[in-house]
């Protein structure tokens, strides 16, 4: 299907709504540069990388190659934004005005915002519009949290006054992944920008377009210049050297657990402040009594949605074998029965991997899944012809000790596990290095309330799964990453202490 024939999209033809004519231009138009002190420009080095289309595996646009050169630019021009007046000594308020500006220009341009992560990243359209629509939410809630940063004032005697100041680290360096763009630019820009830091973003070079064009509408909020810098380019150049850099104060990371594990190690030279949100292989627990009508569907969106690409994604499917056979059959005939296809496509119901790279990585384990011995009950081939597309898939007959079952896959790959009584389904849950999340489905309240205390993860969801609000605190036990990103917790790993002690 040609981008420039929406109407033409897919076999609904008829029916099918018109694709935002913006997004489709934005997707095409370059080559596109880096953002740093307010001014679009150029790689230092004159480079570009091309993006790809993962449902066609054309090239659809050029961007500009950031390397340590454009980093060392954008941290000077973060860091003198930092001390600027204009950033430094505006009110509380008057940072809360940008960020509820931000909001209301992401709400205005939402259709088009979805659109352009859509076909960047391959997301089902109505998945990519629900990520977007929780955008204005979080740089609201942060507008809010920007009037309330506070400290104490402590114990002194009569002739002292004793007190904490919270401020601002510095410069944010965010380092973020493809898989999930609107989440990651919002859970780090907002509350980075609201507690007073200036921010150096670099987009994953897989998926940089919604970030750079977040970064041309979000000019209309007249930030002032060095406060927010896009810098896309490749890991190892543009994102090695902003984790390194000694003008950088903390660095605010999702992505691979090996990448996270290189981050830390980096952030030695200057001990900058590191939060690192990382990979997954989350448990999804359905116990005999549970509401199965609510649990099969959700478990099949918990492996298959985004192509299996999210973090939180529930890949190791626990079913207690009283149901094991009725949950097995109707989890593998769903899966079967999803349509892989061109995220824009309303008939869609998984889009693509994001790269050749991917989808060789999700073949291979789906072909590693079969070596080691794993009865594939169905899925496991890719689309014929163009884009890279994987049927979700599912395992039977694994062991605790197969690769498929212990490591990551970022693809629609799950393995169903049969489990005897409650204290088996929570230890082999708990049997990994990650703990990102965990879903436990049961209608007795007294084991659901045990069991998500027993399990070793960042967020157990109950009877429902995905749920993320900018309420609340996200992020992982283990391996699974350091720190937490939203709730009040984002305002402390945005500050640092200061205490004041006045003689007098
Ligand atoms: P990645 O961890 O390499 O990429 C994430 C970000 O880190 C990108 O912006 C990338 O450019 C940057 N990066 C890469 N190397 C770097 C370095 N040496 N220094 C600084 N920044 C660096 O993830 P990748 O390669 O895209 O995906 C590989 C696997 O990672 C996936 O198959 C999946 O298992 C996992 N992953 C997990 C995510 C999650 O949210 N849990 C998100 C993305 C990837
Ligand atoms: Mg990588």
Redesign the pocket.
């Known amino acids: 299907m040609s981008r420039d024939d929406p109407e033409k999209a897919g076999t609904t033809a008829a029916s099918a709504p018109t694709i935002n004519p913006a997004a489709l231009a934005y997707v095409k138009a370059g080559p596109k540069q880096l953002y740093i002190d307010g001014k679009w420009t150029a790689a230092k080095s004159g480079e570009t990388f091309d993006v790809i289309d993962p449902s066609t595996a054309d090239v659809m646009v050029a961007v500009a190659t950031g390397d340590a050169a454009d980093i060392d630019l954008a941290v000077a021009a973060a860091r003198k934004a930092f001390r600027d007046p204009s950033w430094a000594r505006i009110s509380p308020h008057q940072r809360s005005r940008y960020l509820l500006t931000i909001a209301d220009i992401i709400e205005r341009n939402a259709d088009e915002l979805a659109v352009i992560q859509a076909i960047d990243i391959g997301m089902v359209l109505a998945q990519s519009r629900g990520l977007i629509a929780t955008m204005p939410d979080v740089f609201r809630y942060f507008a809010g949290a920007a009037t309330k940063v506070m400290g104490s004032t402590y114990p002194s005697d009569g002739s002292s006054l004793t007190y904490t100041l919270r401020e601002p680290l510095g410069v944010v360096g965010a ?6 763009p609107a989440f990651a630019f919002a859970w780090k820009v907002a509350p980075a920008l609201a507690c007073g830091n200036t921010v150096v973003l ?5 998926a940089p377009l919604l970030p750079l064009r977040l970064a041309e509408l979000i000019e209309e909020a007249d930030l002032p210049p060095g406060v927010l810098n896009i810098v896309p ?4 150049g ?3 050297a ?2 390194k850099h000694p003008g950088v104060n903390k660095i605010n ?8 594990k ?2 830390l190690a ?1 952030s030695t030279g200057n001990l900058k402040k590191v939060t690192l ?4 292989k989350s448990p999804n627990i359905i116990f005999p009594d549970a509401d199965l009508s609510k649990a099969i569907p959700a478990a099949l969106m918990g492996f298959a949605a985004g192509a299996g ?3 939180v994604a529930g890949t190791r499917i626990f079913v207690h074998e009283d149901v094991y056979g009725e949950v097995a059959a109707a989890i593998a005939q769903a899966a079967q029965g999803m349509k892989t296809g061109n995220p824009l496509d309303p008939g869609t119901d998984v889009g693509p991997i ?1 790269s050749q ?2 989808f060789d ?1 999700v073949s291979d384990y789906i072909k590693v899944g079969q070596d080691e011995g794993a009865t594939l009950r169905t899925g496991g081939q890719a689309h014929a012809g163009s884009g890279y597309f994987v049927q979700p898939t599912v395992f039977e007959d694994v062991t605790d000790q197969m690769r498929i079952v212990r490591e ?4 629609p790959v799950a393995a169903l596990i049969p489990f005897k009584d409650e204290n088996d389904a929570v230890f082999r849950a708990n049997d990994t290095e990650f703990g ?1 999340a965990a879903a436990v489905w049961t209608k007795d309240i007294s084991r659901a309330h045990t069991v998500a205390r027993a399990l070793e993860a960042g967020t157990v969801w109950i009877n429902t799964i995905y749920e993320l609000d900018v309420m609340v605190p996200y992020g992982g036990y283990k391996m ?1 990453g350091i720190g937490r990103e939203l709730g009040p917790e984002s305002i402390e790993a945005n500050t640092q202490l200061k205490t004041v002690v006045a003689r007098f």
């Open positions: 380092i973020i992944p493809w898989n999930s670099k987009p994953a070079e897989q380019g490749l890991g190892a543009a994102g090695d902003l984790a990371f999702t992505g691979s657990t090996g990448v996270g290189g981050i980096a949100e990382l990979g997954g690409q999210i973090c994001i790279k991917q990585r990551e896959i970022f693809g990102l699974s």
